[in-house]
């Protein structure tokens, strides 16, 4: 082989490596935002619910056993996640049609008992009028959402709001916590808000975060029409 034949195999072989490097960091990436939005979602949710019952329903055994029962339900789905997960095998049917609702109110009502913070939800779309890829969206973003503001907001007021407008679908999340800098919100590391965004921008909707300190956070959402 003469020089300029090796000089071009390698001109060919650290693109190559480039390409092959990039590919496995954006891989890593996807798999941390997954485990965050699914499988961590999942535990975050279990340890609320373990804290309740250690809290609140020592003495209320019917209580103390549907929670367990719960808890059970959501390490066994946690469990299927990473699996699901280690063996690229996610199926996205996870979420029954037409549950969004039922589904989010019955996880901010243990949040509340959890909390005790005042509580505004409000859902004015029909479970039928919502398609079930922007529904199943929608959920994980909303749950990601809630979850940040009990875990860190510290508020004593939560308002969630899902409406049908002329031209898509809107949900507005906000609270009267101590809100954050958004410029510390945009690395690569927050997978939580970024994937929130991610979700919602491979429907073609808008996500728009509002925050500031001392001054509450606001989350707002709107999904054009198939």
Do not use: W
Not at 10 to 25: G, V
Not at 39 to 58: D, H, N, P, V, Y
Not at 197 to 210: C, D, M, P, S, Y
């Amino acid at each position: 082989m003469s020089r300029n034949d090796s000089t071009k195999v390698a001109s060919k072989t650290i693109p190559l490596r480039e390409s092959i490097s990039k590919a496995i960091a954006e891989e890593r990436q996807r798999i941390s935002r997954e485990l965050h939005d699914r499988a961590l979602q999942l535990l975050s949710g279990i340890r609320l619910r373990a804290e309740t019952c250690r809290r609140q329903l020592l003495d209320n055994r019917p209580k103390l056993e549907k929670e367990l029962q719960h808890i059970e339900e959501s390490v066994d789905k946690a469990i299927t996640e990473i699996r699901n997960l280690l063996a690229e095998n996610q199926t996205g049917n996870e979420l029954v049609a037409g549950s969004l609702e039922r589904r989010l109110r019955e996880e901010l009502n243990i949040f509340r008992s959890r909390t005790g913070f005042k509580l505004d939800f409000r859902c004015a779309i029909a479970a039928s009028n919502l398609p079930p890829v922007i529904e199943r969206e929608l959920y994980f973003t909303l749950r990601e959402g809630v979850l940040n503001a009990v875990r860190y907001s510290r508020a004593s007021e939560l308002h969630l709001s899902i409406t049908q407008s002329p031209k898509g679908y809107e949900a507005c999340l906000s609270d009267n916590g101590v809100g954050f800098d958004l410029s510390t919100a945009q690395g690569a590391s927050h997978y939580g808000l970024k994937g929130m965004r991610e979700r919602i921008q491979k429907l073609g909707g808008e996500f728009t975060l509002k925050a500031a300190p001392g001054k509450g956070t606001q989350i707002e959402i709107f999904v054009p029409f198939e």
